[in-house]
């Protein structure tokens, strides 16, 4: 069979973040400021989403033809998949109907989060839900095309290792470049485990289930060396949700990462509280650039509400300072525009975010994606079901002491105060510009950082740093 993947480089998504459901980029609020800010984030070139790249490989070990559309419809194919996001929702809907005009007798398979959680925006098309992890096609796919439309439920793969790597030749993935995390390209996608065990009730990422899995060290390690050979990456962006949570397999994992034929740079996803100072020692020394972590909010009752699980302000301020010491970056996400936020509550929230002075901060507006806990929680508060809106930075919500105009003003606020600082250049312009460090810029001795030693993980002692010196956060609102 001719199999034709489509996607999409319009409106800015990024499909491998949110759980599946994709989020846009800063749209530069703020005047010329804001203006920086968005040419910064949009120097980057977005690897394709990584499902796609499975099941290249997946339909290509099955024996068929694979071909890529992006933002065009490829002729003649048997069957076309498409892997929806929010925000470019009317685009792929448009280009489903543009398939079922000009190849009537194709097969048309929606893949991801949308085809579980949105089934109703397909109802009228004659198409095939694939309801359940996409790359359960490789076992899966004949039962899937017996079905002439509706939804077919494949369920969760539960031996990652079982998969073929990913085949990225299709996605020209020399161009991959992913700035604010890494200065080494192109960047490649991998994942060594998937799922959450927390219970956030607006993670979209525990929709499906809230459990995680894990591959091995050594198939991750062997698909690093594959993309490093193949492909050229010299970084790697894992797209866990919960990186560290078996500290044990991240040891090994970095010890592996040490024996690769070159040195790479790589990212990583997680909590503050699941990652060590010795931890971090370890990872940084292997190659670790960049790590997302979500702070959300100093207001401890806001994220109880919403079942997040607070980690102590103290910790979040002695992470980000170890992660400088030991030059890795950090992205922090802080969330506003929940229903009950005040101008006062905003204010705090981006108060904190330059207190504790991580590396890049994102601040993202509440947003209430379809099938989370959250979304039930608050549907009488949505004031636009309009989901193609749901890019993290508009508000579509009723505020209680709020009109939607101030949330964006105050969204843009967050990014052009941020960075507008001297603060936040001495802090961090050596990690985003390396030539810095020599004209003194956030440079600290070496002697200062954790030692690192990886060959034997079960040997590593490393000392905690402490942070007895750190005032008490609340002081800031």
């Known amino acids: 069979m001719k199999i034709v993947l489509w996607d999409t480089r319009q409106l800015d998504v990024s499909k491998d973040f949110a759980g599946g459901y994709g989020v846009g980029q800063y749209a530069s609020g703020g005047g010329y400021q804001g203006q920086i800010v968005r040419w910064f984030y949009k120097r980057d070139h977005r690897p394709t989403a990584l499902t796609f790249a499975y099941l290249t490989s997946i339909f290509r070990q099955l024996g068929h033809e694979v071909h890529f559309g992006e933002d065009q419809i490829v002729a003649g194919g048997d069957v076309y998949v498409f892997n929806p996001s929010l925000i470019t929702l009317n685009l792929e809907l448009a280009a489903i109907r543009e398939v079922i005009r000009t190849q009537p007798a194709a097969r048309i398979l929606i893949v991801g989060i949308l085809a579980l959680t949105l089934p109703a925006a397909f109802a009228e098309l004659p198409v095939t839900l694939v309801q359940g992890e996409p790359e359960q096609l490789l076992w899966k796919l004949d039962e899937v095309l017996k079905q002439q439309s509706g939804a077919v439920a494949v369920g969760s793969i539960q031996d990652l290792d079982a998969l073929p790597f990913p085949d990225w030749d299709l996605f020209a993935p020399r161009k991959f470049r992913i700035g604010y995390d890494f200065t080494q390209f192109p960047t490649g996608l991998i994942q060594q485990s998937r799922g959450c065990t927390f219970t956030c009730n607006y993670c979209p990422y525990i929709v499906v289930e809230n459990k995680t899995r894990f591959r091995s060290p050594e198939s991750v390690v062997d698909e690093m060396r594959r993309g490093i050979q193949q492909y050229g990456f010299r970084s790697f962006k894992f797209r866990d949700p919960l990186f560290g949570l078996d500290r044990k397999r991240v040891l090994r994992l ?58 102590n302000d103290d910790k979040q301020r002695q992470f980000i300072e170890t992660c400088r010491r030991l030059g890795i970056r950090t992205v922090a996400g802080f969330m506003i525009g929940f229903p009950e936020d005040t101008a006062q509550s905003i204010r705090r929230v981006l ?125 800031v609102a």
């Not at 020692?281 to 959300?296: D, K, N, Q, W, Y």
């Not at 009109?403 to 001297?422: I, L, P, Q």
């Not at 030693?453 to 905690?464: E, G, N, S």
């Open 254 to 311: 970095a010890e592996l990462i040490g024996q690769l034929p070159r040195k790479v740079q790589f990212s990583i996803e997680s909590r503050i509280d699941l990652l060590k100072p010795e931890t971090l020692a370890v990872l940084s020394e292997v190659g670790l650039a960049s790590i997302t972590v979500g702070i959300e909010s100093p207001d401890e009752a806001t994220l109880r509400h919403y079942k997040r699980a607070p980690v």
């Open 351 to 475: 108060r904190y975010a330059r207190l504790v002075n991580p590396t890049f901060a994102n601040f993202n507006i509440v947003t209430p994606y379809p099938g989370t806990e959250f979304y039930k929680q608050v549907v009488q508060d949505i004031a636009d079901f309009d989901v193609t809106k749901y890019n993290v930075y508009t508000p579509v919500m009723k505020y209680q002491h709020l009109t939607a105009a101030e949330v964006s003003a105050w969204h843009a606020r967050g990014f052009t105060k941020f960075y507008n600082r001297w603060d936040w250049l001495k802090a961090h312009g050596h990690l985003v510009w390396p030539a810095l460090k020599w004209l003194g810029f956030g440079y600290r001795p070496a002697t200062e950082l954790p030692v690192a030693v990886v060959p034997q993980p079960a040997t590593i002692a490393l000392p905690v740093m402490t942070s007895a010196d750190v005032s008490d956060d609340r002081k």
